[in-house]
């Protein structure tokens, strides 16, 4: 490599070391999944008073830490978060209630909470929404990309979704940063809530639709804008792409035309290239 080139790869490294908050994401998410086993009783140390006061106490220690990475110093944060667990834990609890009332499949909290990633996802946003909230840099991003990595499903911490939320299976869902979602919507996997355009001048507008309270969306839809609103109670059909509003109760869906012939009517020559 040429002494040029080293010197821009030092400069590039140098301008970024200024920027650069250097979280353990390891550490990070570790506390993330032992914050979900200490709220949800998924161990043993929930079993015994006094090991749940020391679990959090450890959790607090170590959220003060991952605090001190992003560079934020202020104590009184680590309080005030765990302070706002009763709320989260509320919304959470009702998420998990909605899922067990809707979902056939669903026998019993123990099963949700141990094998449905769409719960886990809705946990990760409920705890990143309320860093967002809290203006802490870096942590929520990095908590809702391993939620993504993890479950598939990449919902913004900044975006605001309502009570008695459920993601049904949830491979491929996207929610975007200015996406407003109301009470006891339900979405099936492959949903995006995305933008008409991406420009970084709009950074600052409302980008992404709103969905109404009571809305079903169902799998692989597309509904994108700031000004796209669905409406109260409507039904949304698998594979539509929606760029306006749609009133509410309606019923929207993709007809296609399906053909089924027995192989000895079809005369046709087939040849697929996959």
């Not at 110093?73 to 005030?80: A, P, S």
């Not at 026998?107 to 802490?136: D, H, Q, T």
Request: charged letters at 20%; glycine letters at 6%; proline letters at 3%.
């Amino acid at each position: 490599m040429s002494q040029t080139n080293s010197n821009s790869i030092i400069l590039f490294q140098k301008n970024l070391l200024e920027e650069r908050n250097f979280i353990d994401k390891s550490k990070a998410e570790n506390w993330l999944e032992q914050l979900f086993a200490w709220l949800f009783c998924t161990n043993q140390e929930c079993v015994d008073f006094d090991l749940f006061l020391q679990k959090e106490t450890q959790l607090k220690t170590d959220f003060e830490l991952i605090l001190s990475q992003v560079q934020v110093g202020d104590k009184d944060l680590v309080n005030d978060f765990f302070n706002s667990l009763l709320d989260i834990y509320t919304d959470l609890a009702s998420d998990l209630q909605a899922i067990l009332n809707f979902d056939p499949a669903a026998k019993s909290r123990s099963e949700i909470l141990l094998s449905y990633p769409g719960f886990f996802a809705i946990f990760v946003y409920r705890i990143a929404n309320k860093l967002w909230e809290f203006k802490i840099p870096v942590l929520p991003r990095v908590l809702s990309e391993y939620a993504h990595s993890k479950t598939g499903i990449d919902i913004h911490p900044a975006a605001t979704i309502g009570k008695q939320f459920f993601i049904d299976h949830g491979t491929g869902v996207v929610i975007g940063e200015t996406a407003k979602i109301g009470k006891n919507v339900k979405i099936y996997q492959g949903v995006t809530l995305g933008a008409l355009s991406v420009s970084k001048d709009k950074a600052n507008e409302k980008r992404h639709p709103t969905i109404e309270d009571d809305v079903i969306i169902y799998a692989n839809a597309t509904i994108l804008g700031g000004n796209t609103t669905i409406g109260k109670g409507a039904i949304i059909g698998g594979n539509v792409w929606i760029t306006e509003t749609i009133p509410a109760q309606s019923l929207v869906y993709h007809k296609s035309e399906i053909i089924v012939k027995t192989k000895i009517e079809n005369n046709e020559i087939l040849d697929f290239s996959i």
